[in-house]
T-cell receptor, first 110, second 113 residues
Framework: GQQVMQIPQYQHVQEGEDFTTYCNSSTTLSNIQWYKQRPGGHPVFLIQLVKSGEVKKQKRLTFQFGEAKKNSSLHITATQTTDVGTYFCACQGYGNKLVFGAGTILRVKS | NAGVTQTPKFRVLKTGQSMTLLCAQDMNHEYMYWYRQDPGMGLRLIHYSVGEGTTAKGEVPDGYNVSRLKKQNFLLGLESAAPSQTSVYFC????????????FGAGTRLSVL
C-alpha cells in the first residue's frame, strides 16, 4: 500500500526563524493536501496542490509539489508564535482515500 | 452552518463496554470518514463511507463497526472496548467535487481502562 513519510517529526525554532517540513510518498499522487492542527484542536485544511512542480503561497507559507508528484514541502518564513501546531501532509493517490503523514510538530520560542 | 459535529467530546469506558460515537454534518457532503489519532502516528483511517447506506474498511478497522443510515450521519461503534482503543477519534466529511478536501469535527477523546 501507499507509504507516506513526513520529516522532521519535531522542530523547535526561535521566533523569526524559518521552518520547513517535507512529505514523501512511495507512489505517484493525484494531489497532496496540507493541514494544520493547533494543540488540542482538530486538523484544518490549508491548501491543495495538484499540478507537477506547483508552488503556492499563503502569506508566510510556501507550498511546493515535486515534479514527479511524489513529494512536497511546506516552508514558513519568519515563524511566529501563532504558527505552533502540527502540520500534516495528506496524500491522495488515484482512489478515494487520503493517507496522512505522521505530522511535524512545530514549537516556537518567543 | 455547524460543519461537522461529534458527540460526545470525552468518554471513559471500562474494558468490555460498548459505545457509539456520533458524527453529524450539515454540508451535504457525500463522503464521511472516521480516523483515530495516536501520538506519533498521525491520522489513521478506520472506516469510511462514500454515500448513504454504504461503508468500507480503512487502514485499521478491527474492533470497530460503522453505519451510515442517513447522509448527514456517520456512527462509529465499539462493541467491546479494549485499552488499545484509547485514542482521539476524529470524524471528517468531504465533497466529491473538491478532490477530497476534508472537514474535521472537534474530536472525541476516549479512554478505555
Amino acid at each position: 500500500g501507499q507509504q507516506v513519510m513526513q520529516i522532521p517529526q519535531y522542530q523547535h525554532v526561535q521566533e523569526g526563524e524559518d521552518f520547513t517540513t517535507y512529505c514523501n510518498s512511495s507512489t505517484t499522487l493525484s494531489n497532496i493536501q496540507w493541514y494544520k492542527q493547533r494543540p488540542g484542536g482538530h486538523p484544518v485544511f490549508l491548501i491543495q496542490l495538484v499540478k507537477s512542480g506547483e508552488v503556492k503561497k499563503q502569506k508566510r507559507l510556501t507550498f511546493q509539489f515535486g515534479e514527479a508528484k511524489k513529494n512536497s514541502s511546506l516552508h514558513i518564513t519568519a515563524t511566529q508564535t501563532t504558527d505552533v501546531g502540527t502540520y500534516f501532509c495528506a496524500c491522495q493517490g488515484y482512489g478515494n482515500k487520503l493517507v496522512f503523514g505522521a505530522g511535524t510538530i512545530l514549537r516556537v520560542k518567543s | 452552518n455547524a460543519g461537522v459535529t461529534q458527540t460526545p467530546k470525552f468518554r471513559v469506558l471500562k474494558t468490555g463496554q460498548s459505545m457509539t460515537l456520533l458524527c453529524a454534518q450539515d454540508m451535504n457532503h457525500e463522503y464521511m470518514y472516521w480516523y483515530r489519532q495516536d501520538p506519533g502516528m498521525g491520522l489513521r483511517l478506520i472506516h469510511y463511507s462514500v454515500g448513504e447506506g454504504t461503508t468500507a474498511k480503512g487502514e485499521v478497522p478491527d474492533g470497530y463497526n460503522v453505519s451510515r443510515l442517513k447522509k448527514q450521519n456517520f456512527l462509529l461503534g465499539l462493541e467491546s472496548a479494549a485499552p488499545s482503543q484509547t485514542s482521539v477519534y476524529f470524524c471528517a466529511s468531504s465533497y466529491v467535487g473538491q478532490k477530497n478536501i476534508q472537514y474535521f469535527g472537534a474530536g472525541t477523546r476516549l479512554s478505555v481502562l
